[in-house]
């Protein structure tokens, strides 16, 4: 039962962070329908720029950790709104597939530039939240991995807040379901369209720190496993719906730790492409999404 709760421990430590990045995925989808594939690599620049605002802050303290990351997220959020403005806008009624082809391709400027100014070799991250081992009940633990628990449910629940219980939430949600209804009702869909890439940037910058604080190891290639996993864990849980997110991350979290820690381990990461398919075969809508009818 020890080791049951241990792995249990883990595993939500993980899926927290893959629920942030599957969370980003969501608002985008949610409102212009197509992949940030990009989003990864924003996750990547969220870890190195932690890197960079750690000696700026006091060390090793939970006020340090936290400017981190809210510095980490600002710096993300620009970047979202510079890829938004630059890259997508002016493909924003090209067909889907030349959107699909940019992404993939900012996606890849991202690493190259990532290399460029950073160094293709892994650097080490500093503790920039108090590490300490805690034991409870016969377990043993992280301090860290309750931080990134405690952080990501904060940022899911401020998420949750914004969507559903501010103007701009709403203005959200009437682009999501019908944008050029939503202009002609006064709602400016560039800004709308804008504040969803900066949000959901902002929550890859802070699952960047938190990744690697758990995992203190940060390159420029660092994003592409675990943005792929964040993105399946969306469809597993329903892209486009926020709760979805949250609950496919933490699930595939969940799996992804137990199988680790069996005999299967050498499968871990294929465990979530059996997964996908999986879903994709008999729920394609996922947990909680609903199915869409298309009108052609």
Same mark, same amino acid.
Request: proline fraction near 4%; glycine fraction near 10%.
């Given at each position: 039962?020890?080791?049951?709760?241990?792995?249990? &421990?883990? *595993?939500?430590?993980?899926? $927290?962070?893959? @629920?942030?990045?599957?969370?980003?995925?969501?608002?985008?989808?949610?409102?212009?329908?197509?992949?940030?594939?990009?989003?990864?690599?924003?996750?990547?620049?969220?870890?190195?720029?932690?890197?960079?605002?750690?000696?700026?802050?006091?060390?090793?303290?939970?006020?340090?950790g936290v400017l981190v990351v809210l510095g980490a997220m600002l710096i993300c959020a620009v970047l979202g709104a510079l890829i938004e403005r630059f890259a997508y806008r002016p493909l924003r009624n090209a067909p889907t597939l030349n959107v699909l082809i940019t992404a993939i391709g900012v996606s890849c400027l991202l690493q190259a530039l990532g290399q460029l &100014?950073? *160094?293709?070799?892994?650097? $080490?991250?500093? @503790?920039v939240f108090p590490a300490r081992a805690l034991s409870a009940g016969g377990l043993d633990f992280s301090s860290n991995q309750v931080v990134v628990l405690l952080v990501a449910l904060v940022l899911a629940v401020a998420l949750r807040f914004i969507v559903f219980r501010t103007k701009m939430g709403a203005a959200l949600r009437a682009v999501s379901q019908n944008p050029r209804a939503a202009r002609l009702m006064g709602i400016n869909n560039d800004v709308v369209i804008r504040f969803a890439f900066v949000i959901g940037s902002a929550l890859a910058g802070a699952g960047g720190v938190l990744y690697a604080t758990n995992y203190p190891s940060i390159d420029p290639f660092m994003g592409v496993l675990p943005g792929l996993k964040a993105f399946i864990a969306a469809i597993l849980g329903g892209i486009g719906s926020i709760p979805g997110a949250a609950l496919g991350g933490l699930l595939l979290g969940l799996v992804?730790?137990?199988?680790?820690?069996?005999?299967?381990?050498?499968?871990?990461?294929?465990?979530?492409?059996?997964?996908?398919?999986?879903?994709?075969l008999f729920r394609p809508a996922g947990l909680l999404g609903k199915p869409r009818v298309e009108k052609v």
């Open positions: 039962m020890t080791e049951f709760l241990q792995q249990l &421990v883990n *595993g939500l430590s993980l899926g $927290a962070i893959y @629920a942030l990045l599957a969370l980003g995925y969501t608002m985008v989808y949610g409102v212009l329908r197509f992949i940030n594939f990009a989003h990864s690599d924003v996750f990547m620049v969220g870890a190195f720029a932690g890197l960079y605002l750690a000696p700026l802050v006091p060390a090793d303290t939970i006020l340090g &100014v950073f *160094g293709a070799a892994p650097r $080490a991250f500093p @503790a992804e730790t137990f199988v680790g820690g069996s005999e299967y381990s050498t499968y871990k990461d294929a465990i979530a492409f059996a997964l996908l398919i999986l879903f994709l």
